[in-house]
């Protein structure tokens, strides 16, 4: 279920499909480097002004499912238009920095994204651009990232699949929403 936070911009109000704490898991495969499935941690939250914050935090998993190191580490500013226009500049821990733009897709909560300028420090890796496709999807938060280098067309090389993470204050106000229960607790099934 999708929970509208009352301190929530209103112009935010078409990405907070997007807000919580986000772990799961995925595959990571791209020419000239390890395959490898990694976990991840993803934060999307909000102060009342017109963005979403957004950190994301990715670690190589071994095969019993351990962390063994970090893969990539990302953070930047997610904002909307009343055209559904999304923009996102974003910095990557690879010494990248990124402007995305694209689209909340209409009547669903799915955003298309491209990048549309990349900045670089000399000790980065070759990246030119890419594309991610992030949707809600029966509960989930599930992302598919496309990337391109000078030496390799544009192509998938990141997904994966997000539970979304429920605090202890999260429980205790879905206890405090919760229909009264006859005293037997029985009755409630019958």
């Known amino acids: 279920m999708i929970q509208i936070p009352s301190d929530l911009n209103p112009g935010l109000v078409p990405l907070a499909f997007l807000l919580g704490n986000w772990e799961g898991a995925g595959v990571f495969d791209f020419p000239g480097e390890e395959k490898c499935n990694f976990g991840q941690e993803v934060v999307f939250s909000h102060d009342g002004r017109d963005f979403l914050e957004y950190t994301s935090h990715t670690w190589v998993l071994d095969a019993e499912g351990n962390k063994v190191r970090p893969l990539e580490a990302e953070s930047g500013y997610w904002r909307i238009d009343a055209e559904r226009k999304v923009e996102i500049v974003m ?15 209409d009547q669903k909560p799915q955003i298309d994204l491209v990048t549309d300028a990349v900045a670089r420090t000399a000790a980065s890796g070759p990246y030119s651009g890419g594309k991610r496709l992030y949707g809600y999807v029966k509960s989930d938060l599930m992302w598919v990232g496309e990337k391109a280098t000078p030496d390799v067309e544009l192509r998938p090389y990141m997904s994966a699949q997000l539970k979304k993470v429920v605090t202890p204050e999260e429980v205790a106000e879905m206890a405090r929403n919760l229909p009264d229960m006859p005293d037997d607790g029985i009755a409630f099934f019958r």
């Open 91 to 105: 910095v990557r821990d690879q010494g990248v920095v990124e402007v995305w733009y694209g689209e909340l897709a």
